[in-house]
C-alpha cells in the first residue's frame, strides 16, 4: 500500500564510459552495448518527497528545487521522463513529487548531470514503488531503477551500480541487456580495484550540440554499421584486459573508443567538433609523458572537451604531479576534478 505522503533521498554517481554508447533506437535502446566505470565524488543527491493528489488526470506533477531555487530550464527534461516512465510505473500518475536535488560538482563545469541526476531520481521512485510489491527482490529493485534511469538519459541505467556497470547484449557480457545496466561480473584483474579518473575541466561552457542531438545523427550515418561493430570488438577486447590487467592494451582500447567517439561526430551530416585546442594539447601532452615515463595513465572523452585521465591508485603521486606541472595550464581557471572508481548509488 502506498502512502499519502512519503519521502525517500538517493546518492548516485556519474560514470565514465570506456566503450561509449552513441547511437539509439526508438524507446532508448543502445546501437551497441557499452561498458562504464561508476564514480564516486561526483554525484547528485536528491530527496522527493511523494504527495498523494487529491485529484487530477492521472498525470504526474513534480515541482524542482535545484541547489534549492526553481529552475524552470530544468522542468521539460523531468515532465518528459515522467511521461516515459508512466506506462511502466502507472502509480505515480495519482502522486505530486516534490524534488530537491543537487550535484557535488559545479553546475556549468561541463560535466553532464542527466546520468547522476535521473539515476538518484530513479531510486526515489522505485524505492516507492517497492512498498506495492513488498517481495522484489535486492536485484529487482536495481534493475527496475536502472530501467527507469535509461528511460530518461541512456547512460543513467549505468550509474545505480559499481565499480564497473555494462548495458546493452554483447555474447561476453552474461546477463547483459538493452534495457537496464548490470555490474560486470566478469573477473576483474586488481590493478582495476583501485582506478582513479582525473577530470580536467578544458571548457565549461555549454556544448554546441546535445548527445540528444549527436545520437540522432548516427541514424544513416555513413560509418555507422563499422563503429557499432567496432564497439563489439572493443568490448570483448577490454573484457579479456579487465581479466589479464594489461594496462597498456586497455589504454589502446579505452583511448581508441574516445576518440572513435569524436571521429563519429566530425563525420556526421552535418558534422561538427566538441574537441577544443586545449582537449589535443593535453592528450599529446598524455602521450608524450606515458612515453617517456612508462607510467600507466590514459584518457578519455565522454560528448564534451574536457579530458578524463585515468590511472591505477598506485601512480596516483606521479600522475598529480604531472597534473600540477603540466596538464592545469590547459584547464579552463585550472581547474580540474579528482574522481575515482566507486561502488554506485546509496541510500541517503
Ligand atoms: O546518456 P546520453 O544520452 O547523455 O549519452 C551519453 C553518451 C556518452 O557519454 C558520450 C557515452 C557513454 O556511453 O556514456
Known sequence: VL????ISSWRAPSNIALVKYWGKYEGQIPANPSLSF??????????????????GDKMPTFELLFEGKPRADFNPKIATFLRRILPYSPWLGEYNL???????????????????????LSLCITEMERKLIPSMSEGAFLRKASFLARLGSGSACRSIEGPLVSWGEHEKLTGGSDLFGTAYSGPVHEVFRDT?????????????????AGHSL???????????????????????????????RFAEIVESEALSLHAMMMTSVPYYL?????????????WEFRRSTQVPVCFTLDAGANVHLLY???SADKVLQFIKNELVAYCEKGQYICDASGPGAKKL
Open 3 to 6: 502512502e499519502d505522503q512519503w
Open 38 to 55: 561508476t564514480l564516486s565524488a561526483s554525484h547528485t543527491n536528491t530527496t522527493t518527497l511523494f504527495e498523494k493528489k487529491v485529484s
Open 98 to 120: 516534490k524534488i530537491s536535488t543537487e550535484n557535488s560538482f559545479p553546475h556549468s563545469s561541463g560535466i553532464a548531470s542527466s546520468a547522476s541526476s535521473m539515476a538518484a
Open 196 to 212: 582513479r579518473d582525473t577530470i580536467l575541466l578544458v571548457h565549461k561552457g555549454q556544448k554546441t550540440v546535445s548527445s540528444t
Open 218 to 248: 548516427m541514424n544513416g550515418h555513413q560509418y555507422a554499421s563499422q563503429r557499432f561493430s567496432q564497439a563489439h570488438s572493443n568490448l570483448s577486447a577490454l573484457t579479456e584486459v579487465l581479466e589479464n590487467g594489461d594496462l597498456h
Open 274 to 286: 566538441l574537441m577544443k585546442p586545449n582537449t589535443l594539447a593535453i592528450i599529446e601532452k598524455i
Open 312 to 314: 591505477p591508485g598506485t
